[in-house]
């Protein structure tokens, strides 16, 4: 789900805060030649007006490159056979992407990190009780798709996953987040010595399997419910867009939240020859066994489970009353895993830069895929490469950047975002220093729905991209519909508003983890992007993510896979040759406000939920929340005014350089000499940055970022502020006061960063 209707209204409902999971995760045939709907690009963030001509030219060039046949053409060679990372299938795609990138005339090589992750030997589940019955971990074959019969994809099973046996009991935990263990502790219930089973949501699964495991787990079941992604969210494979019965969700289960990248390299790259820690010292991943499972074997454990009814909103879709166990459901389940270092292959194609060739913008998707991949990630892979040779297509007519542009096709994504990590942790300071922004595609389309997550610098960067770009189904510009898809969000879930709109503000959804934007983002502070285009989809991680489910539901006529690569096309020219980089402040100061909003309305509903427990009849009730909250320590209620005045001076500072920024860029007769470009550009890239606090986030020091990262709890899901949040769940009065000084520190200096640009932006705008 995407956060527009928390986060837009004028009363912001902050009550989803801690619990709600945050996702970024998004060309007619006339359209596909005609990309502004008959208008030519308008580029203007950044660009002086005397070389807009010259851009608009170059724009119109690459634009008018991308093709659905070619999208087609190359998701069809992406997805002939799984490729998980580390496979020489792996190897064989990689080299593909690089044949492909040196085929359009761009420098592209094979960058190789060895990095320790698990094939799978062999797995199994099997039911003991009440009756013997063997559980099948193979997906069912289609005679209408060729490809879901296939032998070459690898038996379910988890990333990271540990090999063991384990049997016992089994217990129900609802989707097994921080909150859902909890309840199930205040019903007098536990998992230890038994076999936890979950649903996937929510949270990201090897949280799922942390949680256990803290509580004495033996081993962890992980399946889809179809009230989540099944027949109650819409028709089913192959029929339809959902997930069918046998339909098996694979996956990583390494503690992402701690920090992603290879857990043998913890902070540093897996080069050749590089130092390892051992098994007994990696923290990031399970101890204790676990298996993804479908929902039509899941019903034979669950139907056999006993004891209490769940809560009401812990029943699933399955047609039958779900029950907690412990048993008479007892399961043995064994796991074998073949662990090594492989080899992964990074893909980097570079486009120099000529002014400022030091400077860097890099573009990303990653290529392996836990099956064939059509959604994930190669739809991604696709628009990718018609974007580089859109691009390739500009440099032959003339274009050069101003900064040097990298392509970069990660490896290892699917198991911990290993490739991309690996390569900002060799290149540390270099991106600190010279990194301007990171604008990642994963999955591209599963549908027309555009969605943004990012740092709220690009926001105005991508707004005005998208409005350069015609929608191919809804008429008017890609800007034009996710303005009023999302405004429509807001209006039902703030109906006091009104309905003129008049106070909607579109803003990008926050950042938090589970792609390949982490690293930039959260270790290095570099300003981040992360688009797609959604729609119905149930197949995730599943054999059925494959060319026919995406011929068939998720983009037929390769429209969207177009208007993504032209979309991701405009955002790399701007930011390449735009000659003050278009970064913009003033969304940052509104995000920073709206966020604290929404947190400060948190904490006063969780005092009153705490308060209201402590005093209710029902606080002796076994599994209520009265009874969990009863239990814990008083809710804190904060003085965020310090925090609130950090904000406010950024804010102001912000939109006063916005606003010389805009003066400066339209005064047509500065002709600024390459050192003022320079210097402000400099100042500019690095407010990001002073939002890093160099001894990371408490308990997790990889991720650096005090305003934006992954929740501890959550995995996916971003926690602004996420040291307080922390404090505030932990309800630790101490820790709380020390995060709100660092948060104050870190926001008055971008706020110092802001004011030095201020200065050298109204240098420029002199004649």
């Known amino acids: 789900m995407t956060r527009s209707a928390e986060i837009r209204g004028c009363t912001a409902r902050g009550a989803l805060l801690f619990t709600t999971l945050f996702l970024a995760a998004g060309v007619s045939p006339a359209g596909a030649g005609d990309p502004a709907g008959g208008e030519a690009p308008r580029p203007r963030l950044g660009f002086f007006a005397g070389s807009r001509e010259a851009e608009r030219k170059a724009e119109t060039e690459m634009l008018t490159t991308p093709t659905p046949e070619k999208e087609r053409a190359w998701l069809r060679a992406l997805t002939e056979e799984p490729h998980v990372a580390g496979t020489p299938q792996g190897k064989k795609v990689a080299e593909y992407v690089r044949d492909r990138l040196a085929e359009f005339g761009l420098k592209a090589e094979l960058v190789p990190y060895d990095i320790w992750l698990n094939h799978p030997v062999s797995v199994g589940l099997k039911l003991l009780k009440p009756e013997a019955v063997s559980l099948s971990l193979r997906e069912e074959g289609y005679p209408r798709d060729k490809d879901s019969y296939s032998e070459d994809a690898f038996p379910a099973f988890h990333g990271y996953g540990a090999s063991g046996k384990a049997a016992g009991q089994v217990v129900y935990v609802n989707h097994g987040t921080h909150e859902d263990f909890e309840r199930l502790e205040s019903l007098g219930l536990s998992v230890e010595g038994r076999i936890a089973i979950v649903r996937y949501g929510k949270v990201f699964r090897g949280l799922k399997v942390k949680e256990a495991q803290l509580r004495g787990a033996r081993g962890v079941i992980i399946y889809s419910d179809p009230a989540d992604d099944g027949y109650m969210k819409g028709d089913i494979y192959p029929d339809g867009p959902m997930r069918p019965p046998s339909a098996i969700q694979r996956g990583s289960v390494q503690f992402l939240s701690s920090g992603p990248g290879d857990p043998s390299t913890p902070g540093y790259a897996s080069t050749k020859g590089a130092k390892r820690v051992g098994r007994e010292q990696m923290t990031?991943?399970?101890?204790?066994?676990?298996?993804?499972?479908?929902?039509?074997?899941?019903?034979?454990?669950?139907?056999?489970?006993?004891?209490?009814?769940?809560?009401?909103?812990?029943?699933?879709?399955?047609?039958?009353?779900?029950?907690?166990?412990?048993?008479?459901?007892?399961?043995?389940?064994?796991?074998?895993?073949?662990?090594?270092?492989?080899?992964?292959?990074?893909?980097?194609?570079?486009?120099?830069?000529?002014?400022?060739?030091?400077?860097?913008?890099v573009l990303g998707n990653h290529r392996d895929a836990w099956t064939y991949g059509a959604v994930d990630p190669n739809s991604g892979t696709a628009s990718?490469?018609?974007?580089?040779?859109?691009?390739?297509?500009?440099?032959?007519?003339?274009?050069?950047?101003?900064?040097?542009?990298?392509?970069?096709?990660?490896?290892?994504?699917?198991?911990?975002?290993?490739?991309?990590?690996?390569?900002?942790?060799?290149?540390?300071?270099?991106?600190?220093?010279?990194?301007?922004?990171?604008?990642?595609?994963?999955?591209?389309?599963?549908?027309?729905?555009?969605?943004?997550?990012?740092?709220?610098?690009?926001?105005?960067?991508?707004?005005?991209?998208?409005?350069?770009?015609?929608?191919?189904?809804?008429?008017?510009?890609?800007?034009?519909?996710?303005?009023?898809?999302?405004?429509?969000?807001?209006?039902?879930?703030?109906?006091?508003?009104?309905?003129?709109?008049?106070?909607?503000?579109?803003?990008?959804?926050?950042?938090?983890?589970?792609?390949?934007?982490?690293?930039?983002?959260?270790?290095?502070?570099?300003?981040?992007?992360?688009?797609?285009?959604?729609?119905?989809?149930?197949?995730?991680?599943?054999?059925?993510?494959?060319?026919?489910?995406?011929?068939?539901?998720?983009?037929?006529?390769?429209?969207?896979?177009?208007?993504?690569?032209?979309?991701?096309?405009?955002?790399?020219?701007?930011?390449?040759?735009?000659?003050?980089?278009?970064?913009?402040?003033?969304?940052?100061?509104?995000?920073?406000?709206?966020?604290?909003?929404?947190?400060?309305?948190?904490?006063?509903?969780?005092?009153?939920?705490?308060?209201?427990?402590?005093?209710?009849?029902?606080?002796?009730?076994?599994?209520?929340?009265?009874?969990?909250?009863?239990?814990?320590?008083?809710?804190?209620?904060?003085?965020?005014?310090?925090?609130?005045?950090?904000?406010?001076?950024?804010?102001?500072?912000?939109?006063?350089?916005?606003?010389?920024?805009?003066?400066?860029?339209?005064?047509?007769?500065?002709?600024?000499?390459?050192?003022?470009?320079?210097?402000?550009?400099?100042?500019?890239?690095?407010?990001?940055?002073?939002?890093?606090?160099?001894?990371?986030?408490?308990?997790?020091?990889?991720?650096?970022?005090?305003?934006?990262?992954?929740?501890?709890?959550?995995?996916?899901?971003?926690?602004?502020?996420?040291?307080?949040?922390?404090?505030?769940?932990?309800?630790?009065?101490?820790?709380?006061?020390?995060?709100?000084?660092?948060?104050?520190?870190?926001?008055?200096?971008?706020?110092?960063?802001?004011?030095?640009a201020r200065e050298l932006a109204a240098g420029l705008g002199r004649k």
């Open 284 to 361: 990031g991943i399970p101890k204790i066994p676990s298996l993804p499972l479908s929902y039509g074997e899941a019903s034979k454990i669950l139907k056999a489970l006993a004891g209490e009814r769940v809560p009401d909103e812990w029943q699933g879709g399955l047609p039958f009353a779900y029950h907690l166990g412990p048993g008479p459901a007892e399961v043995e389940m064994s796991v074998e895993m073949d662990y090594a270092i492989r080899p992964l292959y990074d893909v980097i194609a570079t486009i120099p830069g000529t002014a400022e060739p030091d400077r860097l913008v």
């Open 384 to 756: 990718f490469l018609e974007t580089a040779r859109g691009l390739a297509a500009a440099l032959r007519g003339g274009w050069k950047p101003r900064r040097t542009i990298l392509l970069a096709s990660w490896d290892g994504e699917e198991y911990g975002l290993l490739g991309s990590t690996e390569w900002v942790e060799e290149r540390v300071e270099a991106l600190k220093q010279n990194a301007v922004a990171y604008v990642n595609l994963d999955s591209s389309v599963t549908g027309g729905d555009l969605t943004v997550s990012g740092i709220p610098s690009l926001r105005d960067l991508v707004v005005e991209a998208a409005g350069d770009i015609d929608d191919p189904r809804r008429g008017g510009t890609v800007l034009d519909a996710w303005k009023s898809r999302e405004q429509r969000e807001w209006a039902k879930s703030e109906p006091a508003c009104g309905p003129d709109g008049a106070r909607f503000d579109l803003m990008l959804n926050p950042l938090g983890s589970g792609s390949d934007y982490t690293a930039f983002a959260d270790h290095v502070g570099v300003a981040s992007l992360d688009f797609s285009f959604e729609g119905p989809y149930g197949v995730y991680h599943s054999v059925y993510d494959d060319f026919f489910w995406m011929e068939h539901f998720g983009d037929p006529e390769f429209l969207y896979h177009t208007v993504a690569s032209r979309l991701y096309g405009l955002l790399a020219m701007r930011l390449g040759s735009a000659e003050m980089v278009p970064l913009r402040y003033g969304a940052y100061g509104r995000a920073l406000s709206r966020e604290l909003e929404l947190l400060r309305r948190e904490t006063v509903r969780e005092r009153r939920i705490w308060e209201a427990a402590k005093a209710g009849p029902r606080a002796a009730e076994p599994g209520t929340q009265a009874a969990v909250e009863a239990r814990k320590k008083p809710a804190l209620q904060p003085d965020f005014s310090s925090v609130t005045q950090a904000i406010d001076r950024f804010g102001g500072a912000a939109n006063e350089l916005d606003a010389l920024l805009d003066r400066a860029q339209e005064n047509a007769s500065a002709s600024p000499d390459p050192a003022a470009l320079g210097r402000i550009n400099d100042a500019l890239v690095q407010v990001e940055r002073a939002f890093l606090d160099k001894n990371g986030l408490p308990g997790r020091a990889w991720f650096r970022h005090t305003i934006y990262a992954p929740g501890l709890t959550t995995g996916y899901a971003s926690w602004p502020f996420p040291a307080v949040v922390q404090a505030l769940k932990d309800r630790d009065a101490d820790a709380l006061q020390s995060a709100m000084r660092v948060v104050v520190e870190r926001i008055d200096a971008a706020t110092q960063k802001i004011a030095a």
